[in-house]
């Protein structure tokens, strides 16, 4: 094993004495080498418009093209996303975000993929319990015409395809918000910014069943930040940019790059028109480096609480309700908002307690009228969520995320080590029980794929409300210490596990994960 990734039991402690432990580090010297912030904004070169005037945008659902088959074309495309000005973009589907796929639990499907951008590109379904053959590792690169697999060649176990490849994918899953991105080797960060996001949602009969909003009233909310250049397009600081053969961003932007701009659902700052009633609010969190923290407040500053009934990998066992949801890249959460005590004529706004200036607001709701509303939220949301003991788990693992060097300069390691293709950092049996200790040095949202976790503790105290039910995406903040247990049940083969920031997890924090 290597250093950070020993298989051993530490105290639980918190905060710098964390970090501490994992790099044998001095206080003194872990706190000094500790970066003094995650992210750097990035300023757009254009006037920006003034919030809640664009409507806000539904993203279309695919259609099948036969029984359980999908087909998605990624292409250039342009958009107008500010007003009067046009942003070419990489999509699936020519739209951002992507196009939503539906699906229901354990019906597979099929997607076929087809490479028409000018670089390669691998597909990852976020939150997916997926066989590896389409996991989307960085590696099994999809070619466009006429480009060779240049970083492929450094791993000899890449499975490289050339204008299509098909991902499969079981769905024998508990229902939730899963979302697709993709995942190429370096170059992850530039991918999803230029627009390559799309939303997966799986339902079963259980769920339907509950009475929660649905229809018109269910919405999903994909926040994410961006920032514009002068011409219209998107600003990036990447040190290549055609993003083709040098990784990673300019040095002010290591630490993830933060936009001016907060788009939900492709739209900046966008209204919605509701009804006086229950919506279920679908949240994903696709910023690159940007965290959030939530809150739901009315035009007099009256807050609405926001009704937590899902996490990453769905429904929690009951309802948790918050005045404040953090929320970091990659995370999920479905909530449930009243509008019933909101006159019609009022608003809602959606507002960030982390951003400031434009970046505190996020969008608004127009309440229009009263309406019927036979929805409600159940006491028992679910009782299908696992119930792992500590004391089942067959080892404990430490692991230490931090900046470090890598073969490109200064970037982000995980136990010491930058991500290398051909390394096996960690090697399990399928059907094992484990307890992950995971420490930060700055902000980290770490994500396992594959698997869904507990969160068992967070230096050394109980979990935080808003950790309840099952993840697979964890924000770990500044100096702490956080223990989570899952169950590699689902399938052999490689598997990734990294930071979220996407700069960081292109810089090097990503980790190879065998189950064999």
Request: proline share 9%.
């Given at each position: 094993?290597?250093?950070?990734?020993?298989?051993?039991?530490?105290?639980?402690?918190?905060?710098?004495?964390?970090?501490?432990?994992?790099?044998?580090?001095?206080?003194?010297?872990?706190?000094?080498?500790?970066?003094?912030?995650?992210?750097?904004?990035?300023?757009?070169?254009?006037?920006?418009?003034?919030?809640?005037?664009?409507?806000?945008?539904?993203?279309?659902?695919?259609?099948?093209?036969?029984?359980?088959?999908?087909?998605?074309?990624?292409?250039?495309?342009?958009?107008?996303?500010?007003?009067?000005?046009?942003?070419?973009?990489?999509?699936?589907?020519?739209?951002?975000?992507?196009?939503?796929?539906?699906?229901?639990?354990?019906?597979?499907?099929?997607?076929?993929?087809?490479?028409?951008?000018?670089?390669?590109?691998?597909?990852?379904?976020?939150?997916?319990?997926?066989?590896?053959?389409?996991?989307?590792?960085?590696?099994?690169?999809?070619?466009?015409?006429?480009?060779?697999?240049?970083?492929?060649?450094?791993?000899?176990?890449?499975?490289?395809?050339?204008?299509?490849?098909?991902?499969?994918?079981?769905?024998?899953?508990?229902?939730?918000?899963?979302?697709?991105?993709?995942?190429?080797?370096?170059?992850?960060?530039?991918?999803?910014?230029?627009?390559?996001?799309?939303?997966?949602?799986?339902?079963?009969?259980?769920?339907?069943?509950?009475?929660?909003?649905?229809?018109?009233?269910?919405?999903?909310?994909?926040?994410?930040?961006?920032?514009?250049?002068?011409?219209?397009?998107?600003?990036?600081?990447?040190?290549?940019?055609?993003?083709?053969?040098?990784?990673?961003?300019?040095?002010?932007?290591?630490?993830?790059?933060?936009?001016?701009?907060?788009?939900?659902?492709?739209?900046?700052?966008?209204?919605?028109?509701?009804?006086?009633?229950?919506?279920?609010?679908?949240?994903?969190?696709?910023?690159?480096?940007?965290h959030y923290e939530l809150a739901a407040v009315t035009d007099d500053g009256r807050p609405v609480p926001l009704v937590q009934i899902g996490s990453d990998q769905g429904l929690l066992a009951a309802p948790v309700p918050h005045h404040r949801l953090p929320i970091a890249p990659a995370e999920r959460y479905d909530v449930v908002?009243?509008?019933?005590?909101?006159?019609?004529?009022?608003?809602?706004?959606?507002?960030?307690?982390?951003?400031?200036?434009?970046?505190?607001?996020?969008?608004?709701?127009?309440?229009?009228?009263?309406?019927?509303?036979?929805?409600?939220?159940?006491?028992?949301?679910?009782?299908?969520?696992?119930?792992?003991?500590?004391?089942?788990?067959?080892?404990?693992?430490?692991?230490?995320?931090?900046?470090?060097?890598?073969?490109?300069?200064?970037?982000?390691?995980?136990?010491?080590?930058?991500?290398?293709?051909?390394?096996?950092?960690?090697?399990?049996?399928?059907?094992?029980?484990?307890?992950?200790?995971?420490?930060?040095?700055?902000?980290?949202?770490?994500?396992?794929?594959?698997?869904?976790?507990?969160?068992?503790?967070?230096?050394?105290?109980?979990?935080?409300?808003?950790?309840?039910?099952?993840?697979?995406?964890?924000?770990?903040?500044?100096?702490?210490?956080?223990?989570?247990?899952?169950?590699?049940?689902?399938?052999?083969?490689?598997?990734?596990?990294?930071?979220?920031?996407?700069?960081?997890?292109?810089?090097?924090?990503?980790?190879?994960?065998?189950?064999?």
């Amino acid at each position: 094993m290597c250093e950070g990734m020993s298989r051993r039991r530490v105290l639980g402690i918190g905060g710098a004495l964390g970090l501490v432990a994992a790099t044998g580090l001095s206080t003194a010297a872990a706190l000094a080498r500790r970066p003094s912030m995650t992210g750097a904004v990035l300023r757009s070169a254009v006037p920006l418009p003034p919030p809640f005037q664009a409507p806000l945008p539904i993203p279309a659902v695919l259609e099948p093209v036969g029984d359980g088959r999908y087909e998605i074309t990624q292409r250039e495309a342009v958009a107008e996303i500010l007003p009067g000005l046009k942003t070419p973009l990489w999509t699936y589907e020519g739209t951002f975000p992507g196009p939503t796929i539906e699906s229901r639990r354990g019906r597979p499907i099929t997607v076929t993929h087809r490479n028409e951008l000018p670089v390669p590109t691998v597909v990852h379904l976020h939150g997916g319990r997926t066989p590896a053959s389409s996991d989307g590792y960085p590696t099994d690169l999809v070619l466009p015409h006429g480009h060779t697999a240049s970083h492929a060649m450094h791993d000899p176990r890449a499975v490289v395809t050339t204008l299509t490849r098909d991902y499969t994918f079981p769905l024998d899953q508990r229902p939730a918000l899963l979302w697709y991105h993709d995942h190429r080797m370096d170059f992850t960060a530039p991918a999803i910014w230029r627009g390559l996001a799309g939303l997966h949602v799986v339902r079963d009969d259980d769920e339907d069943d509950l009475g929660l909003p649905a229809g018109d009233r269910e919405l999903p909310l994909m926040i994410c930040d961006r920032a514009f250049a002068a011409d219209g397009g998107l600003a990036y600081p990447a040190l290549d940019p055609a993003l083709r053969e040098r990784p990673g961003v300019h040095a002010a932007y290591l630490g993830g790059v933060l936009g001016d701009v907060i788009l939900v659902n492709g739209a900046p700052w966008p209204v919605h028109e509701v009804d006086a009633a229950r919506y279920r609010l679908r949240v994903l969190n696709a910023s690159n480096a940007r965290h959030y923290e939530l809150a739901a407040v009315t035009d007099d500053g009256r807050p609405v609480p926001l009704v937590q009934i899902g996490s990453d990998q769905g429904l929690l066992a009951a309802p948790v309700p918050h005045h404040r949801l953090p929320i970091a890249p990659a995370e999920r959460y479905d909530v449930v908002i009243d509008f019933s005590q909101v006159r019609p004529g009022g608003r809602v706004r959606l507002i960030n307690h982390l951003g400031a200036d434009r970046t505190r607001d996020v969008m608004a709701f127009h309440v229009t009228r009263r309406a019927p509303d036979d929805s409600r939220v159940p006491d028992v949301l679910s009782t299908d969520l696992p119930t792992w003991r500590r004391s089942e788990a067959t080892t404990v693992r430490d692991f230490s995320f931090r900046a470090g060097h890598t073969p490109h300069g200064r970037g982000w390691v995980i136990g010491g080590l930058p991500f290398d293709p051909t390394r096996t950092d960690v090697a399990t049996t399928l059907g094992a029980t484990e307890v992950w200790r995971l420490i930060a040095d700055v902000h980290h949202p770490v994500h396992l794929h594959l698997v869904g976790f507990r969160v068992l503790s967070r230096g050394g105290r109980p979990p935080l409300p808003h950790d309840a039910g099952l993840k697979d995406t964890v924000s770990l903040r500044p100096g702490e210490a956080v223990e989570i247990i899952t169950r590699f049940d689902g399938y052999r083969g490689r598997y990734l596990f990294h930071c979220h920031n996407a700069e960081h997890e292109d810089m090097g924090m990503m980790a190879n994960l065998e189950i064999t």
